[in-house]
């Protein structure tokens, strides 16, 4: 077993791991950590540790990335929600809005109404976002 000091996104440290070293690894050092007080946390720069007073936060996104999130994540949970009727996706659903059979109408037709409305509320309330009158969080 070999002990493996692990890493965040940030490079900081966040717990402590033995493991075959023939598995993969995660991200990590062989490198102990500092002795930590309070509030500190280390990180791992430049092949040496750094002391920080505490936690840092992450960088906040900027307008555009967290849009393009919000929308991401939109058309994931459309894609999941016609997946669960058995659809490839939500595109997928909606193309049997004009089927000759009345279930799979009645389905495409509520996905196209799905799809619209929720478009609809996020181009909405992003618009909100970005003219000030709501806030992002």
């Known amino acids: 077993m070999t002990t493996i000091y692990l890493l965040d996104d940030m490079d900081i440290y966040t717990g402590?791991?033995?493991?075959?070293?023939?598995?993969?690894?995660?991200?990590c050092t062989l490198t102990p950590p500092p002795a930590l007080t309070g509030t500190e946390a280390a990180q791992w720069r430049d092949g040496a540790w750094q002391v920080l007073p505490a936690y840092p936060q992450p960088p906040v996104p900027s307008?555009?990335?967290?849009?393009?999130?919000?929308?991401?994540?939109?058309?994931q949970r459309l894609d999941d929600f016609a997946r669960t009727r058995n659809y490839d996706g939500i595109l997928s659903a909606c193309t049997y809005a004009t089927s000759l059979v009345p279930k799979f109408a009645t389905e495409g037709q509520y996905a196209v109404q799905a799809r619209d409305a929720t478009w609809?509320?996020?181009?909405?309330?992003?618009?909100?976002?970005?003219?000030?009158?709501?806030?992002?969080?």
């Open 63 to 75: 307008a555009k990335q967290l849009q393009a999130e919000i929308v991401a994540a939109t058309q």
């Open 16 to 27: 402590v791991l033995d493991i075959d070293p023939m598995s993969a690894l995660p991200r």
């Open 120 to 137: 609809a509320t996020l181009y909405a309330l992003l618009a909100e976002v970005q003219s000030g009158t709501r806030t992002a969080r």
